[in-house]
């Protein structure tokens, strides 16, 4: 048996999510019966972690055992030229015997996007939220900073109580106003703000709480000390609404640096 | 009678082109049947030219009569209330009488979105052409100027022979790398080339010809001198292939001098 890890991108929006299910198209579901055909048998991988129907990845993480013979390169061009327009694989290597794409994980990156203004944008409507009111970036990333460190988060987790702790270590939050390209109004390139967090892990729909939270901040309707008093609570009900999906996309996954080495080296 | 004009904005992926038929989902269908239902009366539009099933526009013109009494700010929120999330209305003025979207329009600007490299985007597939070789932008400008001015483009016309003259005056012509923002490899916001083409008038799936003869030129298939050649042939076998429709945008119409100062007029 070998051991194999790649990096996913995909767009989420005509997938019910992550997970494998019977009937709905899923990421997995999809990914899995391309791979049992290259590889000529049945395989069950794991990501880093599910994502949501509508999310999107540039980076998640995949990691499957299998007994092919194929070289790393072939397999990552044989899975390219199967998988549909939505899915890539940016890369695929050999990693260690045992590596678990979900439990060797120690931190993740999300971005999530959003567009704001009266007018929403006709190409954004899949991979953005659109607020119909003007939102103040400057404020927002102040009122973020607030999340930063080890904290209790059920206050954004939409399923509480949970099976283990709410306590996650948040290492980095920003919210940045990205500039339109070439003047455009609209268009898929056109402005907006961006929001990213990262962490040692993440609470079921904790970024897109986080956002709905953020976003009471930046169009004005909420302080920023709020966002503490949000922390405290401890009480889904006292932060803002869970925002939509599709403006979500899965950035990065991080791994302890000796796996990371194993990788590079595999790749050598 | 009062007589409108717009400018409206839409993702045509999902949609079979602009010009209302039985049956699929057009754009002018879909427009007409929302238009029809504020005004309280049908309404036949007119847009400044039909646009390909998967064609995109930013500012495509459209123009029709009717008597509401609605004002055009009033008129404009009620459509971009009733209109599906692909479409949208950027401004809607009344016009003086007798204008004509199609008739009066005097040039158009169109952009085409090509992705290159050997790994495609998943999230390009709805806006970009993604060509597996990389290309050569400044070899496809310099080629496309020869494209500039006054010429007989039936070397570039699907449809030829037509009813009237395959001549145009191509008035503007560039081709540019665009950056990709935020150092994502891949994401709505990548990188990729950019041909833009304005021109008083354009054939049917002119752009689209002229963007697959360029991209021999860029993959090196092709001298830049070639370009000359396929113009003088006037025969479309001699040009390359046509561009697929996802990668094409209409940007802009423009209207006499007099009939824009009408327009902005009746916008005070």
Redesign the interface.
């Known amino acids: 048996m070998r051991t194999f890890k790649l990096i996913l991108?995909?767009?989420g929006t005509d997938f019910a999510g992550w997970q494998r299910q019977p009937g709905p198209r899923t990421l997995q579901g999809v990914f899995e019966e391309v791979l049992g055909r290259v590889t000529g048998a049945p395989v069950t991988v794991e990501a880093s972690g599910r994502t949501d129907a509508g999310v999107?990845a540039?980076g998640q993480v995949v990691s499957f055992s299998s007994e092919t013979r194929l070289e790393p390169a072939v397999l990552e061009r044989a899975l390219?030229a199967e998988l549909p327009?939505?899915?890539?694989v940016?890369k695929l290597v050999e990693a260690p015997a045992g590596f678990h794409a979900r439990f060797d994980a120690i931190g993740k990156r999300y971005r999530y996007a959003l567009q704001d203004g009266p007018?929403?944008?006709?190409?954004?409507?899949r991979?953005a939220w659109h607020c119909r009111h003007r939102l103040d970036a400057a404020a927002m990333h102040e009122a973020a900073q607030l999340l930063l460190g080890k904290h209790d988060f059920r206050s954004f987790e939409t399923q509480w109580p949970n099976r283990e702790t709410s306590v996650r270590t948040i290492t980095d939050i920003l919210v940045a106003r990205?500039a339109g390209?070439?003047g455009?109004?609209?268009?898929?390139?056109s402005a907006g703000l961006?929001v990213e967090v990262a962490a040692d892990g993440f609470l079921y729909n904790m970024v897109r709480a986080i956002v709905g939270t953020l976003v009471e901040v930046g169009r004005g309707a909420r302080e920023m000390a709020w966002v503490a008093e949000v922390l405290a609570a401890q009480d889904r009900k006292a932060a803002g609404q869970t925002a939509p999906p599709e403006g979500l996309?899965l950035l990065h996954v991080d791994y302890p640096p000796e796996q990371t080495a194993a990788t590079r080296n595999s790749q050598a």
């Open positions: 991108a995909y767009d999107h540039l390219n327009d939505e899915m890539l940016r007018q929403r944008n006709p190409f954004g409507r991979y990205r390209q070439g455009d109004p609209f268009g898929p390139f961006h996309f």
